[in-house]
T-cell receptor, first 114, second 117 residues
Framework: DAGVTQSPTHLIKTRGQQVTLRCSPI?????VSWYQQVLGQGPQFIFQ???????GRGNFPDRFSARQFPNYSSELNVNALLLGDSALYLC?????????????FGNGTRLTVT | AQKVTQAQTEISVVEKEDVTLDCVYE???????LFWYKQPPSGELVFLIR??????QNEISGRYSWNFQKSTSSFNFTITASQVVDSAVYFC??????????????FGTGTLLAVQP
């Protein structure tokens, strides 16, 4: 079975631009979560979506938004990019929400903002 | 507030040595879950173990073992007879079981383990 797939794997953008990152969950998984991992730090929770509804949001500015599609794939959008947005963006899928539903992570998208 | 502290930034050992990675957590909840993940250079987070706050039994899986002590809020991870393939960043994480709204994880800053041949 295919794991969580993210695209693109690498991305270079300029300050002020907008970016869209994509995630396809494991087949049958209805929840997708997004995490930001700045170099040298642990991942930080951005969003969780379940059945196309936002179920949780971390401490990130409104420049960050996401959505989940009927096929449960998800997009993370970041507007007005700042240098500090440079990070590895990880997507994780799970069958449901709640701690009894383990997260399965993808390989991430590495975003560099110049 | 929830917090996970991994005080060891980097550890370097020689193959076949045993190594322990420390994790200390803070939470006000009585029901919570603790996790360990491995992150190889590829970037993917690989799940290693999950423990709930009511199960303080230590666990062993092959060369891996975990020591959960609520009295000291610690959840340490030991690799016995380390191998070069164990080289990675290891993260400890915490999740609170609040109504099942999310399975949000709070991660520590990670410990980079380098196993030299």
């Amino acid at each position: 079975d295919a794991g969580v797939t993210q695209s693109p794997t690498h991305l270079i953008k300029t300050r002020g631009q907008q970016v869209t990152l994509r995630c396809s969950p494991i087949s049958g998984h209805k929840s997708v979560s997004w995490y930001q991992q700045v170099l040298g730090q642990g991942p930080q929770f951005i969003f969780q979506y379940y059945e196309k509804e936002e179920r949780g949001r971390g401490n990130f500015p409104d420049r960050f938004s996401a959505r989940q599609f009927p096929n449960y794939s998800s997009e993370l959008n970041v507007n007005a990019l700042l240098l500090g947005d440079s990070a590895l963006y990880l997507c994780a899928s799970s069958l449901r929400t709640g701690v009894n539903s383990p997260l399965h992570f993808g390989n991430g998208t590495r975003l560099t903002v110049t | 507030a929830q917090k996970v502290t991994q005080a060891q930034t980097e550890i370097s050992v020689v193959e076949k040595e045993d190594v322990t990675l420390d994790c200390v957590y803070e939470t006000r909840d009585t029901t919570y879950y603790l996790f360990w993940y491995k992150q190889p250079p590829s970037g993917e987070l690989v799940f290693l173990i999950r423990r709930n706050s009511f199960d303080e039994q230590n666990e062993i899986s092959g060369r891996y073992s975990w020591n959960f002590q609520k009295s000291t809020s610690s959840f340490n991870f030991t690799i016995t007879a380390s191998q070069v393939v164990d080289s990675a960043v290891y993260f400890c994480a915490l999740s609170e079981a609040r109504g099942g709204a999310t399975n949000k994880l709070i991660f520590g800053t990670g410990t980079l383990l380098a196993v030299q041949p």
